[in-house]
């Protein structure tokens, strides 16, 4: 049986992640709320960011911005877009 989760972002039951994202209290609570398709879309748009951005990961001020964007993301508030990403047209 899949175990489901209230996703914050979506805010509707849906399946959860498999284990927590990470370690430690917030990979807990991204456990308790947020759902599997959640978060694969936040790590697309995370790998977006780090790509389009430039993000050096071994800065912390990076990870800092990572850590904001992905709470804004996964809440429903306004984020930021990586400029350069288009789309792929998948009509053609």
């Given amino acids: 049986m899949t175990r489901t989760v ?7 039951e849906l399946p959860g992640l ?5 370690p430690g209290p917030k990979g807990d609570e991204l456990f308790a ?3 599997q398709q959640a978060w694969d879309e936040w790590t697309q748009h995370q790998t977006r960011l780090i790509n389009e ?3 050096n990961m071994i800065d912390p001020k990076a ?5 904001e964007q992905r709470e804004k993301f996964l809440s429903g508030e306004s984020f930021d877009q990586a400029e350069g ?6 009509d053609k």
Avoid: A, D, I, M
């Fill in 6 to 12: 209230f996703c914050q972002k979506f805010q509707q």
């Fill in 18 to 22: 498999n284990t927590p994202p990470f």
């Fill in 33 to 35: 709320t947020v759902s």
């Fill in 53 to 55: 951005k430039h993000l």
């Fill in 63 to 67: 990870r800092k911005y990572l850590n």
């Fill in 85 to 90: 990403y288009v789309p792929e047209n998948k």
